[in-house]
């Protein structure tokens, strides 16, 4: 069974540009999740999706970050435009609806010069 | 508010060496537990997991035990390998089910020697 896809795996971009990222969930899983990983610290949640709805962003900063899942199957992040503070791991993970175990693809390393 | 805390690193032992990396949580409710193991290079695998007290969560050798009077997640292993050279989080789900997020330690970076 295939895992979590995410692409591209690294990304390097000049500060105000933009930049998205693509998650592929495991076949069959409901919940998909973004998290923000920074370096030496735990992923942290941006968003969470049932299905096509968002159902909690309340950490995704809104200004500069966006997110859309429009058939409840794969999903975008985008930032726009990204700053220097936005170097990170971004990455993706599934799960069944009313399960609480997650899995996790390989993220994506974005770098901001 | 719910949150991990868990020993800081690196932790450095020489094969065959015992292990034990410490985690406490707080939480509101009955969280479910779990640990995650992040190889260089690799995203966040799975690697034990307990949803009630005095549950406990094995794999690969690995073990850790949800104590609700301490709010504890310990992780122990009886002999390492090489090969278990990785970064560990710690993580609690609130709520249980999909209603709960995971919340994240810091993580414990393992080094482990011939």
């Known amino acids: 069974e295939a895992g979590v896809v995410q692409s591209p795996r690294y990304k390097i971009i000049e500060k105000k540009q933009p930049v998205a990222f693509w998650c592929n969930p495991i076949?069959?899983?409901?919940?998909l999740y973004w998290y923000l990983q920074n370096l030496g610290q735990g992923p942290e949640l941006l968003i969470r999706?049932?299905?096509?709805?968002?159902?909690?962003d309340s950490q995704l900063p809104k200004d500069r970050f966006s997110a859309e899942r429009l058939k409840g199957v794969d999903s975008t992040l985008k930032i726009q435009p990204a700053e220097l503070g936005d170097s990170a791991v971004y990455l993706c993970?599934?799960?069944?609806?009313?399960?609480?175990?997650?899995?996790f693809g390989p993220g994506t390393r974005l770098t901001v010069l | 508010g719910n949150s991990v805390t868990q020993m800081e690193g690196p932790v450095t032992l020489s094969e065959e060496a015992f292990l034990t990396i410490n985690c406490t949580y707080t939480?509101?409710?009955?969280?479910?537990l779990f640990w995650y193991v992040q190889y260089p290079g690799e995203g966040l695998q799975l690697l034990l997991k307990?949803?009630?007290?005095?549950d406990k969560g094995s794999n690969k050798g690995f073990e850790a035990t949800y104590r609700k009077e301490t709010t504890s997640f310990h992780l122990e292993k009886g002999s390492v390998q090489v090969s278990d050279s990785a970064v560990y989080f710690c993580a609690l789900s609130p709520r249980g089910g999909s209603q709960g997020n995971l919340i994240f330690g810091k993580g414990t970076k393992l080094s482990v020697k011939p």
């Open positions: 076949s069959g899983h409901n919940t």
């Open positions: 307990a949803t009630k007290a005095d």
């Open positions: 939480a509101t409710g009955y969280p479910s």
């Open positions: 993970a599934s799960s069944l609806v009313y399960t609480d175990t997650q899995y």
């Open positions: 999706y049932e299905n096509e709805e968002a159902v909690d």
